[in-house]
């Protein structure tokens, strides 16, 4: 039997069936038999040093003045509970039926502390409080609560907590109606807290058939969130019918008071309708924007589980992936127009000094392993560097497993499909990643970068690559697998047309005439990575009149670059000048270097270019409704390449 049905029987039963036995005038004799009925039952000290008075009628007035109740051992605070005046009203008839009924309770300036120890002792546990769970009693019921001047602590040093609160029962003049007025300041696991709450009155939180409103404001730091709405049964946290409203920096700063992991975004603003049924919450007509995107949508957390369930469907007109990018650790784009937090301005400002250029910040995958969850998201206009016109992506966690199934984006005419496999259990984490690039106008994802729309063709390819580490580069440097692309059509760049040193007379005429600049029959690049070294070896663009080998290596460890593009002419103008172009240097610093420095390394043979993946990749430069007779164009295009390296075998073999 808890503490609270021993105090209550106690002090009233006992109370009643005894004294009036004695005294109807004097009742101060009897503050030292309720004081320590109570002391013996939770083995603190419980002291009335004021009146104690009592008016007579079937619902008796009892007051006591000056309560002090005794603190846990352990705490620095004398007293649990200090209380100026004490006033009940109790109903006898209900009393002698075994029904402990209050018509009314008035708390006169109540100072109480609730603490937690640093070893997790609570100072509201009391050593008799051992029964079984299940023989606990309710709370007495209260018609009437009314509090004056209140004041409470709560104290948890074992999460750096401590908010001290204020609280009374105000009327209101204009419609003779109570209601609760609370205020909280401190701080909650170290963040700043200022709680503002205007709620019904006190005793109808057990009211189960009548709303229960309230109004709440907190602000944690630069976060901001309201509420406002009713509830059926607050005390169950049942029938909720409210509508919020959240802003902040950033998101993750709500990690400690959610007591969920949250991720670290871009300021955000969001509104929408707040429920809860049984174990789950649930966010629905979600609306607002996150950094530069925007978000619509439904979210529900589920905390029966072992770990808390998250499935969410969200849309969104336009999404910029800047704003998804701290995910993963990359910076974001800081500049004007951009929306950043702090953090990640600071982040944008360290990238620029960083001489390497893949995100070396470990990701934390802790956040990922407390937490299942199960989300997509579909945006039709996608914000980035690319021409990126159409996203949906589906994030499904479970046990510390996170998958990407499906990633797809509409990019330039065409579709980038990938899958994503990462396992964090295992450290360092390892993933795998799947890709097809299907129909892609390599010209309008050069054109973002302003570099002619017009200098590349059609591209399609696929790739797999495995993966080691806690960060982008790691596990780059980590990477094994390879990619196959093809490419159809377009011209060559005049930048890289003067740089590879072509005929000087159709150089000339390139600068004047883009119709008469080498046009692409056909490029292909298998590049095989292992231990993140890619090999360029395999690598031809089949010009009208040039084809371009290449030879060389991309170090994804060092981020450096050391290769070969060689171009040899298919004819002997008097007008060649033709050499190399070696690109050396970094990532984030190449050089390119024309001339006999660079001849002297060689170039691939086209001995030793299979022609096989060229032919098995044509599925992906065409359209899924493409017809026959443009499907043969494009084997046309590529037919003189696959004839040229068949051929050069059979001269090797000679």
Not at 164 to 193: D, N, S, V
Not at 494 to 520: H, Q, R, S, T, W
Not at 628 to 651: D, S, V
Request: net charge negative; glycine share 8%; proline share 5%.
């Amino acid at each position: 039997m808890n503490a609270v049905r021993w105090i209550g029987i106690s002090f009233f039963a006992l109370f009643f069936l005894l004294v009036l036995l004695i005294s109807l005038q004097n009742w101060n004799w009897a503050r030292a038999i309720v004081a320590q009925q109570i002391s013996d039952l939770t083995d603190r000290d419980f002291t009335i040093n004021g009146n104690l008075t009592v008016d007579w009628s079937l619902t008796p007035h009892i007051r006591l003045e000056q309560i002090q109740f005794e603190n846990a051992a352990w705490s620095k605070q004398p007293n649990m509970l200090e209380l100026a005046a004490l006033d009940v009203r109790i109903d006898l008839i209900e009393l002698i039926k075994g029904r402990m009924l209050f018509p009314e309770i008035i708390l006169t300036r109540p100072h109480i502390i609730l603490q937690k120890s640093p070893q997790g002792e609570a100072n509201w546990e009391f050593t008799a409080d051992t029964g079984n769970p299940e023989s606990k009693t309710d709370i007495p019921l209260i018609e009437r609560l009314r509090i004056t001047e209140g004041r409470l602590v709560y104290q948890d040093f074992s999460v750096d907590t401590e908010i001290i609160t204020t609280l009374a029962t105000i009327k209101e003049a204009a419609h003779e109606e109570e209601f609760t007025k609370l205020y909280a300041e401190g701080k909650l696991k170290g963040h700043p807290l200022q709680i503002n709450l205007k709620a019904g009155p006190l005793v109808a939180l057990r009211e189960a058939d009548i709303p229960y409103p309230l109004t709440l404001s907190l602000q944690t730091g630069k976060t901001r969130v309201k509420v406002k709405g009713t509830v059926m049964q607050p005390l169950q946290l049942k029938g909720l019918d409210l509508q919020f409203a959240i802003q902040g920096p950033n998101p993750e700063l709500l990690s400690p008071i959610l007591g969920l992991p949250m991720p670290s975004l871009p300021p955000y603003r969001l509104e929408g309708d707040l429920s809860h049924h049984g174990h789950t919450w649930q966010i629905s007509n979600l609306n607002g924007q996150v950094g530069d995107s925007d978000l619509a949508g439904m979210i529900s957390v589920k905390l029966s589980e072992t770990v808390p369930f998250i499935q969410a469907d969200l849309r969104s007109k336009t999404i910029d992936l800047d704003d998804i990018g701290p995910l993963i650790g990359l910076a974001p784009d800081t500049g004007a127009g951009e929306t950043a937090s702090s953090a990640q301005e600071k982040k944008a400002k360290e990238e620029t000094k960083n001489p390497f250029v893949l995100p070396d910040d470990s990701i934390d995958f802790k956040e990922l392993q407390a937490i299942n969850a199960e989300i997509t998201l579909r945006s039709r206009q996608v914000k980035s560097k690319l021409p990126v016109d159409d996203l949906f992506l589906q994030v499904i966690i479970d046990d510390g497993h996170l998958k990407l199934a499906p990633l797809n984006f509409g990019v330039a005419t065409g579709n980038i499909r990938t899958r994503l496999e990462l396992n964090t259990r295992t450290q360092p984490a390892k993933s795998k990643i799947e890709t097809e690039i299907r129909h892609v106008q390599l010209g309008e994802v050069l054109r973002r970068f302003e570099i002619a729309d017009d200098s590349a063709g059609l591209i399609g390819g696929q790739g797999i690559f495995w993966l080691t580490g806690n960060s982008v580069a790691e596990m780059s440097a980590s990477a094994d697998g390879g990619l196959l692309m093809i490419m159809t059509g377009g011209q060559l760049d005049d930048l890289l047309v003067e740089l590879a040193g072509l005929d000087v007379g159709e150089a000339l005429v390139a600068l004047f005439d883009k119709d008469d600049d080498g046009k692409i029959n056909c490029a292909y690049v298998d590049l095989p990575i292992n231990g993140g070294v890619m090999n360029m070896d395999n690598f031809i663009v089949d010009t009208q009149d040039t084809l371009f080998l290449s030879k060389g290596t991309i170090d994804l460890n060092n981020e450096e670059l050391d290769l070969i593009i060689d171009p040899k002419p298919k004819d002997l103008s008097i007008f060649s000048a033709r050499a190399p172009l070696h690109i050396a240097g970094t990532f984030k610093k190449p050089t390119f270097t024309p001339g006999a420095s660079a001849i002297l390394r060689g170039a691939a043979s086209l001995a030793l270019l299979p022609s096989a993946p060229i032919v098995s990749l044509y599925s992906f430069i065409q359209e899924e409704q493409e017809d026959k007779q443009t499907g043969g164009e494009e084997n046309i295009r590529c037919g003189g390449l696959i004839g040229a390296i068949n051929e050069a075998r059979k001269k090797k073999a000679l």
